[in-house]
């Protein structure tokens, strides 16, 4: 039924603008009592089986949504009805901007990817955290919120933007994200060398500590699928060393070719970062080797070109304790998050581990003879 309506509406609206139609259905449906009762027992049945404890939080299951579709944490309630274990908002920059000029959001149907630019579009810091200091959740979930740096900051004032945000929304945060390799943010990537990543993430650490005293905020750091494998183990390095608590792999990707794309060469010439099913072998041969350099030393969370339980179920293999999507959410929609928590389920099932703790990184663990 789903795929009728995004071939009959979906796909004939400009993306930007059918997001935000989608987004306002979503958040109609949860504040209406009987009808977000009813799409909760539908849409997000429990598997037992499927509980994790991360990041010092106990969750239904590991898939959640990515950052990107609810900037504002306008829709938290919505999306968690939806059957999402956690919700990542965001990004979120220390001032409200506009993000980029339109039209900035391009779908790859054939693909099932998106190319995006754009620009970390939000209210800012001090409007998003007094929404979430308003907030009155109907369902709750962990809640991560990702940060990035406000566009007319420049580079060597990055740190204090990133503080600024950090010292708004920490309080609100059952995890926080410092999102430094977004594409779409000029000079926002050269963050990730460990000489500039060190001392804006001891900043951050500091902020979160310095403004929530009754709790550690846990801290993860985003990066980029287009990092060379030395910088991939130089973060990975660092945050052992700094006591991050994980990382997020990956964003989306700059590159084009060697993915197998099929968009007209028109699309494919669109400037911004790549996201989808193209992405995944990348994002997951990241994770892996974050996974082989760091351990259970640090949570990973695995994200980009995940549709399919199979997909997600590579992921933990592969390391990650947690998976998120966001565009196959777009193409398979709302009961896409029920699909893929049975997949798990089942495949779990017939595997040899009794708990998904006990999957995650289990092909770093095979022997062979």
Known sequence: MYGLLFRALFARMDPEKAHHLAFSWIRCAARIPVLRTF??????????????????????????????FDKN?????????????????????????????????????????????????????AAVAARLAARDAVFPTTLGVNIGKTKAVTEADAVGDYVTSTEALAPHADYLVVNVSSPNTPGLR???????????LTAVREAA??????RRVPL??????????????????????????????????????????????????ETGGLSGAPVGDRS???????????????????????????????????????VQGYTAFLYEGPFWMRTVHAGLARRLEASPYATLAEAVGADHRKVTV
């Not at 050269?190 to 804006?200: D, I, S, Y």
């Not at 070109?305 to 590579?314: F, H, L, P, S, V």
């Open 39 to 68: 799409a909760a027992a539908v849409l997000a049945p429990r598997h037992k089986a499927l509980r994790v404890e991360a990041l010092g939080r106990r969750m239904h299951g590991p898939f959640g949504l990515a950052a990107g």
């Open 190 to 200: 050269n963050l990730q060398a460990t000489e500039h990543l060190r001392p804006l």
């Open 209 to 214: 500590d310095r403004t929530v005293t009754d």
């Open 284 to 322: 997951t041969e990241v994770l892996r080797r974050l996974y082989a350099r760091a351990g259970d030393r640090l949570t990973l969370i695995g994200v980009g070109g995940i549709t399919t339980a199979e997909d997600a179920w590579r992921r933990i293999l592969a390391g990650a304790t947690l």
């Open 73 to 125: 944490a306008e829709g938290t309630d919505g999306l968690a009805m939806l059957g999402f274990d956690h919700v990542e908002i965001g990004t979120v920059t220390g001032q409200p901007q506009p993000g980029n000029p339109k039209k900035r959001l391009f779908r790859l149907v054939e693909d099932r990817a998106l190319i995006n630019r754009m620009g970390f579009n939000n209210e800012g810091s």
């Open 220 to 269: 993860l750091v985003k990066i980029a699928p287009d990092l060379a494998d030395e910088d991939i183990d130089a973060v990975a390095d660092l945050a052992v060393e700094l006591g991050l608590d994980g990382i997020i792999a990956t964003n989306t990707t700059i590159a084009r070719e060697g993915l197998g794309l099929t968009a007209a060469p028109a699309l494919l010439a």
